[in-house]
């Protein structure tokens, strides 16, 4: 088989730039022979002829790359064995293993995945962003879903300072019940941690059982304890009603009563309707009509300073998990 008839078998549609090593229509016959038959690993006797990754090329390696890989899309990967092992000693080793490299390299090995999802596995692999054409979400988590396949842990790469990181956690405000089940998925806890703050607003019993199984026990019972913890604190914080102040001609304790009274009915409607991401400004609001009840000067001042109380209480409330 030569090199010609192996490229044109594979040739498909790519996102990446084409770039020929060899015009494809003036190529001569280059000797093209698979180790075993039926082989995802193969031996070139010259340059290999198809698209190459604008990020992963010739040039991506000071010293060179010594092996190839190629994707289902026949889009070419340069790489370096040293670089790779050296990032996960694990990665691709069912692929790599006894396999005899070279410099320039000879070997293509073929691997099962669309260019886009190979991109995105050596990026993370590597430490690379993603450059002025970012994958979809989509895209992305189905590389990092394809990782453990090639012996790569998604844990041991996506950490707060990887652009792998930056760009997923982009997607927080989007997609945040995705990412939570990816990052407790593959116990990205920073990642699960810097996600569940988005899910405050997210009913959890509309979670289906597919997404909880992939989220697992602990980061599920994670999540469902950041809800109930501050509904609880909401109701501690909105217990006590404003403090009496001294009495007077135009208002006793009769009549501070009344607020008090008032301050209980909305704390009550507050903590029944309440959702975990109730904001500062919503508790506000529900208290309006206090202010418009109250004539006594006193009394509105107790009820300014017991609400700010409130306020500044609930937003040092915890928000992730």
Same mark, same amino acid.
């Given at each position: 088989?030569?090199? &010609? ?27 093209? +022979? @698979? ?27 000071? @010293?060179? =790359?010594?092996?190839?890989? @190629? ?10 064995? !040293? ?9 691709? *080793? =069912?692929?790599? /293993? ?47 879903? +394809? ?47 810097? $996600? ?6 997210? =009913? ?6 597919? $997404? ?25 914080? /909105? ?8 009495? $007077? ?6 009549? *501070? &009563? ?15 309707? @309440?959702?975990? !991401? ?15 009840? $109250? ?27």
């Amino acid at each position: 088989m030569t090199t &010609k008839d192996w490229v044109t078998s594979q040739a498909g549609n790519t996102e990446f730039d084409s770039a020929f090593l060899t015009d494809p229509f003036e190529l001569l016959d280059v000797p093209l +022979k @698979a180790l075993q038959p039926n082989s995802t690993t193969l031996t070139i006797e010259g340059p290999p002829v198809g698209s190459i990754s604008p990020v992963f090329n010739l040039g991506v390696h000071p @010293a060179g =790359s010594n092996l190839i890989f @190629a994707s289902s899309d026949s889009v070419f990967f340069y790489v370096h064995t !040293d670089v790779v092992l050296q990032q996960s000693p694990s990665a691709f *080793q =069912s692929l790599l /293993l006894g396999l005899l490299v070279h410099e320039p390299p000879k070997t293509i090995v073929k691997i099962p995945e669309p260019s886009n999802v190979l991109d995105i596995i050596l990026r993370v692999l590597y430490g690379i962003p993603g450059g002025d054409n970012p994958p979809l979400f989509d895209t992305f988590v189905a590389a990092i879903d +394809k990782m453990p396949v090639y012996g790569i842990n998604p844990k041991d790469h996506i950490v707060p300072s990887s652009p792998s990181y930056t760009y997923l956690l982009a997607f927080a405000s989007r997609f945040p019940l995705e990412l939570y089940a990816l990052a407790a998925h593959y116990e990205i806890h920073d990642l699960a941690v810097s $996600t569940s703050s988005y899910l405050l607003s997210h =009913s959890l019993a509309s979670i289906d059982d597919e $997404t909880a199984q992939r989220i697992g026990p602990i980061y599920l019972k994670r999540l469902l304890c950041l809800h109930i913890s501050r509904f609880d604190a909401l109701k501690r914080i /909105l217990l006590d009603p404003p403090h009496p102040h001294p009495p $007077t001609k135009e208002c006793d304790f009769t009549q *501070q &009563k009344a607020l008090a009274r008032a301050w209980t009915l909305v704390s009550a409607y507050l903590a029944c309707d @309440a959702r975990p !991401d109730l904001s500062s400004s919503s508790i506000e609001l529900a208290f309006n009509s206090l202010y418009e009840q $109250t004539t006594c000067s006193l009394c509105l001042e107790t009820l300014t300073t017991r609400l700010q109380d409130v306020t500044t209480r609930w937003a040092c409330v915890n928000r992730t998990i």
